[in-house]
């Protein structure tokens, strides 16, 4: 086997495969920077002289190629042009089919790769501006107005209008002296002309929030007068609201007409709100037809519900009934816009839509949509309620046309409310059984109206004092609508009626959670709280009352009364100091200070608030009382003569108030007006024996004959006085040992407190209800006042002779004693004046 194998002899014979490990030296670029040759012509200019051409032949340096089969022998042109790929001049020519020709690696060779070139250093750094030029000076005052012009924007937007005027004012300055400077530095062509109309009409704005209307005029004409300020002429709409708010209702509708004429027709929306302003305007001066013609034409062009509202108010001042009713259908007919209910109730229970619905259930679209319902509403029922007793023979006809009308719009829903407002009206005219009847048509409708109409049927019959059906009613509205807290209140008002009062705080707390809101709840809850002698509570619910309701005047008079009770007056009189500046002019608050002040020993700021209150009120017994008694315990006799004859004039069959005019005559030492006046006291109440035993003392004194007289009418007097006492003495005892007899007996013991009498019909002496046991206070005041006035001269001193005892100048709570009736609360409807506003009876100054 081995006889067929050859070995490869080692001989110098040309090798197939050799020289593919061989290069030329030309392309080593790695040993460039060793090559002292390269490196020397880099550094001179030998590197860049220009190449030989082919004329010179032999000068071109050339390198020996290898070729594959290893010959190294130096290949050139015929011409002596150098080959591809041979060295000229020191760099290598491109091959074309390498890469692209005319690129080069020489300008790379010998440094490293850096594409971004920062090896180069930092960049040098920018050219200072130089602040002091005059263009940048303007730049920088331009940039000062506008942010000036923006601050008095914010200003005015939060409320602030001083602020924001004086911003505004600031800006003009600066404008001015931007416009100044601009004008020295360029030409007029290249002033700012928007910056200057952005900054007088914010100023004239800023003028007329501030109802600075001259000044805004003015600022208004200047750029109006402008011819360089494009569509400056829509300003004179401005100028128009200004001369209407000044009421010269002529200038406004001139330039509203100017400003209409200037705005081309394809803003159709401003136009239409200009030709409002005009109709507006027309109404105030009473001109209806002209205010007719705008409304009409807007109603053709564009309706909306305020046009539409104020036709129907042009035509009820004219009186157009068939008008009225053609208004009113174009009223309802306008489209309000909104998207349907059932968009915002999901369709499956896809959670994603779900999540999408919860989303958009009360954005801001959904509010504004809400808002625009409620304001479209808000004008059908008033127009309704306008034109209803006016547009057919009697308002019942036109309040059932107004219904049927409404049914067959869009606003299905109202005509219950306007049906509601049937009755209401019916109130209004004290025709309360119609109202009734017509409250009763819904106890068979849907629950929220049933509800509706229970709470005011419920209302009715609790101010008539009918408590059971009050009661039942408010039952019916409760199980109608549970989460009503009008019905909820009302029913309060009834267990609160019968004397439950912690069951009636049940309700009241319940509305409450239903609606924070409900005053009248709040308000009842703390009167229940009073009764239950809870002060603290109520309190608590009074002080909160307070917060929502700034300025109830009953509020405060309630605050005042339970600090009254805690015995704290100086409290009392600090919210009684508030009461009267809410009403300054109310009697029996002043009164209520009096007496605070009269209790704490301050007579002289008492009589002041007596004084006020004699003031708004001399009607009041209590107070003329007190004020006559101060002037005789100062020893100003002569003064209480006015307070005590005007009691009298008040109260002309009681003799005691005469008897102490007397009295103060007798005791400034006009004795004979006295005289006169006791004889005039005894010519009307002969058998006064008071009065006769003035007459008596006076007449012996001045020695007048007709002493004799006086004297035996009084011992006549005396003596049947004397025998009517025993009888009555004689009578109680006999009684008394009847009553002693009879005792268990059911004949005469009980009696209705309400009517006043006993079970056999005899009328007796009804209890007063207190309030928080002040009746007994009450009670003792009036008896020191009463004692301290009888304890002036009498029978037995000399009329000469000035009493010094102390006159107690205390008196009566001129408050009295009352039951606090709760507040009703009613359902709540369009007017202010409805039935959720009525009042808690007299809690604020009760009779």
Not at 397 to 404: A, F, H, Q
Not at 422 to 448: G, P, W
Not at 453 to 468: C, I
Not at 474 to 489: F, G, I, K
Request: hydrophobic letters at 35%; proline letters at 4%.
């Amino acid at each position: 086997m081995m006889q067929n194998v050859h070995l490869a002899p080692e001989t110098d014979e040309d090798d197939l495969y050799s020289g593919y490990n061989d290069y030329n030296p030309t392309y080593d670029t790695e040993e460039l920077e060793n090559d002292t040759a390269f490196q020397q012509a880099v550094r001179t200019s030998h590197g860049r002289r220009p190449p030989i051409t082919a004329k010179i032949p032999n000068t071109a340096a050339t390198r020996p190629i290898a070729t594959g089969y290893g010959s190294k022998t130096s290949l050139t042109s015929s011409l002596g042009r150098p080959m591809t790929g041979a060295i000229q001049d020191g760099v290598a020519r491109p091959m074309t089919a390498v890469r692209a020709a005319g690129f080069t690696k020489a300008a790379l060779r010998g440094s490293a790769f850096d594409p971004l070139g920062q090896s180069r250093g930092p960049a040098p750094p920018l050219e200072a501006k130089n602040e002091d030029s005059p263009e940048e000076k303007i730049r920088q005052l331009e940039k000062k107005v506008n942010e000036l012009v923006e601050e008095s924007c914010i200003a005015n937007s939060c409320g602030d209008l001083k602020l924001a005027l004086e911003k505004a004012k600031d800006a003009g300055r600066k404008e001015r002296v931007l416009v100044r400077q601009r004008e020295q530095v360029t030409t007029p062509e290249n002033i700012n002309l928007d910056l200057t109309y952005s900054v007088l009409f914010n100023l004239a704005s800023q003028y007329s929030a501030n109802e600075m209307y001259a000044e805004a005029l003015n600022t208004y004409q200047v750029i109006v007068k402008n011819k360089m300020f494009s569509n400056a002429g829509r300003l004179k709409v401005n100028m128009g609201n200004i001369y209407l708010k000044q009421r010269n209702y002529s200038k406004a509708i001139k330039f509203y007409r100017m400003a209409l004429d200037q705005i081309p027709s394809v803003h159709k929306e401003m136009r239409i709100k200009i030709m409002q302003n005009i109709g507006v305007t027309f109404i105030k001066t009473g001109q209806y037809s002209d205010a007719i013609n705008s409304f009409e034409h807007i109603m053709s062009m564009a309706p909306n519900l305020k046009a539409g509202f104020n036709l129907i108010l042009s035509y009820f001042a004219v009186g157009d009934r068939e008008k009225m009713k053609k208004a009113f259908q174009k009223l309802i007919a306008v489209p309000l816009e909104i998207d349907e209910d059932d968009k915002y109730i999901s369709p499956n229970d896809d959670p994603h839509t779900n999540l999408v619905i919860e989303a958009i259930k009360n954005d801001h679209l959904r509010q504004m949509e809400r808002e625009r319902k409620a304001m479209a509403e808000k004008y059908i029922m008033t127009a309704a309620k306008l034109i209803a007793p006016v547009i057919e023979s009697s308002f019942a006809i036109g309040y059932d046309w107004c219904v049927e009308v409404v049914k067959a719009s869009q606003y299905v829903e109202l005509a219950n409310d306007l049906e509601i407002n049937k009755a209401i009206t019916y109130l209004r005219q004290k025709d309360f059984n119609q109202a009734v009847e017509t409250l009763k048509m819904f106890e068979k409708k849907d629950s929220r109206v049933k509800s509706a109409a229970a709470t005011n049927l419920s209302f009715l019959y609790y101010l008539e004092n009918e408590f059971t059906q009050a009661n039942s009613y408010a039952d019916l509205a409760v199980n109608s609508d549970r989460y009503n807290p009008s019905a909820l209140t009302n029913k309060g008002n009834t267990v609160f009626a019968n004397g439950d009062y912690e069951k009636a705080a049940e309700f009241y707390k319940e509305a409450l959670r239903n609606d924070s809101s409900c005053t009248e709840a709040l308000y009842n809850i703390g009167l229940t709280y009073k009764k239950l002698n809870r002060l603290d509570e109520a309190l608590d619910c009074f002080l909160k009352l307070h917060a929502i309701l700034r300025n109830s005047a009953q509020v405060l008079y309630q605050i005042a009364n339970v600090y009254e009770i805690m015995e704290d007056p100086n409290q009392s009189i600090e919210w009684l100091m508030q009461l009267i500046s809410v009403v300054p002019t109310d009697s029996r608050a002043l009164s209520k200070l009096g007496e605070l002040y009269d209790n704490e020993g301050d007579k002289s700021q008492a009589f002041q608030y007596y004084y006020e209150s004699y003031r708004y009120f001399p009607s009041n017994i209590e107070v003329i009382e007190w004020l006559g008694a101060y002037y005789i315990d100062t020893q100003f006799c002569e003064k209480a003569i006015k307070y005590f004859e005007r009691a009298a004039l008040i109260q002309p069959t009681q003799v005691k108030w005469q008897l102490m005019v007397a009295s103060c005559y007798r005791r400034s030492g006009n004795y004979q007006k006295a005289l006169d006046t006791y004889k005039d006291i005894h010519r009307k109440f002969p058998e006064n024996v008071e009065c006769l035993r003035f007459l008596v003392r006076l007449c012996t004194d001045i020695g007048l004959k007709e002493v004799q007289e006086y004297a035996t009418k009084l011992k006549r007097l005396e003596k049947m006085k004397e025998i009517r006492e025993q009888r009555i003495k004689s009578g109680r005892d006999s009684s008394g040992s009847s009553r002693s007899k009879r005792e268990g007996s059911a004949g005469s013991g009980p009696y209705d407190l309400r009517a006043g009498r006993d079970l056999k019909g005899h009328q007796v002496q009804s209890p007063h209800f207190t309030d928080s046991g002040q009746n007994s206070s009450s009670s003792s005041k009036g008896e020191r006042l009463s004692a301290k006035l009888r304890s002036l001269p009498g029978t037995n001193e000399p009329y000469e002779s000035s009493s010094n005892k102390e006159i107690d100048a205390s008196y009566v709570d001129p408050l009295g004693p009352q039951t606090e009736r709760p507040k009703t609360a009613a359902k709540k409807r369009i007017d202010e004046d409805d039935f959720a506003d009525e009042e808690l009876g007299d809690d604020l100054l009760p009779e």
